[in-house]
């Protein structure tokens, strides 16, 4: 792990695992390298956490969703893949309603969404602390594009807890959306839970 004092500019060429970063090295972001270019390869995980499980009545699996295996290592993200015009993501089903298996209100607004309204939650690196919230982005599959409002994070560095509702941190390069999104996308309710899409700021 290297970290650089802002302060600090070189060039260099650095071979980090898959990652190849070449051009001014200028921050720490993310906990790792920020450089102005990435040549191949993702983000890859910051660390782990072991699983809790669940107390008697927590973890909603509504949606299909995933609660946390006692003592099952899961991996931590800081960073997501870098956003283009065209990213590359994976797509999941949420509910933002109040008693939904997303837990608690949006963090953007501290409210509960219709799940009849296209929002989403977005892995950590690309809810960038929160930058794009209440913004709008394109998500585009299955020969469709909808706009979708960020509403949350889908936390990708903590999970396995009250907050996270016992479910695992989310992968480094989620898109997690609405009921509302999955419809407008043209996909048969036999095929929501995960799905290949792009997307950009809209």
């Known amino acids: 792990m290297y970290r650089l004092r802002e302060s600090i500019q070189f060039s260099a060429t650095i071979y980090v695992g898959r990652l190849v970063y070449w051009s001014e090295i200028t921050s720490s972001k993310c906990g790792t390298l920020f450089t102005s270019k990435v040549y191949m390869g993702d983000p890859g995980p910051s660390g782990n956490i072991r699983g809790k499980k669940p107390p008697p009545?927590?973890?909603?699996?509504?949606?299909?969703?995933?609660?946390?295996?006692?003592?099952?290592?899961y991996p931590i993200y800081r960073c997501s893949p870098t956003v283009s015009s065209n990213t590359k993501a994976v797509l999941t089903l949420n509910s933002f309603q109040a008693g939904g298996d997303g837990g608690g209100p949006s963090e953007c607004d501290n409210q509960y969404h219709s799940d009849d309204?296209?929002?989403v939650a977005l892995s950590t690196g690309w809810y960038s602390k929160g930058r794009r919230c209440l913004n709008d982005i394109i998500i585009s599959a299955n020969g469709r594009s909808v706009r979708a409002k960020v509403v949350d994070e889908c936390d990708s560095t903590m999970g396995c807890d009250g907050v996270h509702d016992y479910q695992?941190?989310?992968?480094?390069?989620?898109?997690?959306?609405?009921?509302?999104?999955?419809?407008?996308l043209d996909?048969?309710?036999?095929?929501?839970?995960?799905?290949?899409?792009t997307w950009s700021d809209a």
């Open 187 to 197: 996909v048969s309710r036999d095929n929501w839970g995960e799905l290949d899409i």
């Open 117 to 119: 309204t296209p929002v």
């Open 57 to 73: 009545g927590e973890c909603n699996k509504e949606n299909d969703s995933d609660c946390c295996v006692e003592g099952k290592l």
């Open 168 to 184: 695992p941190p989310c992968n480094n390069n989620i898109v997690d959306a609405s009921k509302a999104v999955w419809e407008a």
